[in-house]
């Protein structure tokens, strides 16, 4: 969905910072072979990402949601030397397309997956992360953030995806749209949790940063 007009769209991408070439590979055998391609992030919003991560510079990124793997990608590209990146989905076909593209980057030994449900493989990791992004399953958004608050060190970031959902966040709710439901409520808690410093961009179907105090 577009917020701004597509021409100015085209301008604000085509005057930021170039798509990787690996990265463009990797769209283009997603849309190629993988059901559902535009869950990718693409270019300008995986931009976003990898910048915010170079200035956050985490040890320890937690990705939930991983699809065909430009996320995390991005997101490694602010590594420290010595970080990792841990990357949860529960699509096993994905695993080893994943698996090819990070071992074709500079990152792939630091990029530790994991296959099942977020919310039974996020208590077993036993570490604090610096940056987390949730992009999965918006009606389990709130589950997750509350496993992963107190696993966040100070001033780290929650990158949360898809909070402006297609803009059905100002429509009329209805009463059997839990997405919706959820979504609304989730944002709610982002902006109101004393724990957090939060701002909402309306970066292609919206992108929170949320600061912990």
């Not at 990152?107 to 449900?117: A, C, D, E, V």
């Amino acid at each position: 969905m577009h917020f701004i007009s597509e021409k100015l769209d085209g301008y604000v991408v085509r005057h930021s910072e170039d798509e990787p070439v690996l990265l463009k590979a990797l769209t283009r055998e997603t849309y190629q072979k993988i059901l559902q391609p535009r869950m990718i992030s693409g270019h300008y919003q995986g931009r976003v990402l990898s910048v915010l991560s170079k200035l956050i510079r985490p040890k320890v990124i937690l990705e939930i949601g991983t699809f065909t793997g430009y996320s995390a990608l991005c997101l490694a590209e602010g590594l420290s030397l010595d970080g990792e990146l841990h990357t949860i989905d529960t699509n096993e076909e994905l695993v080893d397309f994943q698996r090819t593209y990070f071992d074709k980057s500079d990152y792939g030994s630091q990029i530790i997956q994991h296959l099942g449900p977020a919310l039974d493989i996020i208590p077993t990791l036993d570490t604090h992360f610096d940056l987390v992004f949730i992009d999965a399953d918006k009606t389990n958004y709130i589950n997750y953030f509350n496993q992963i608050i107190d696993k966040l060190n100070p001033g780290g970031v929650i990158l949360s995806d898809n909070v402006l959902w297609s803009g059905k966040v100002i429509e009329e709710l209805d009463p059997k749209d839990l997405s919706t439901k959820i979504v609304l409520d989730y944002n709610t808690l982002l902006k109101e949790d004393p724990r957090l410093e939060t701002v909402l961009l309306p970066i292609r179907d919206g992108l929170t940063v949320s600061i912990r105090k």
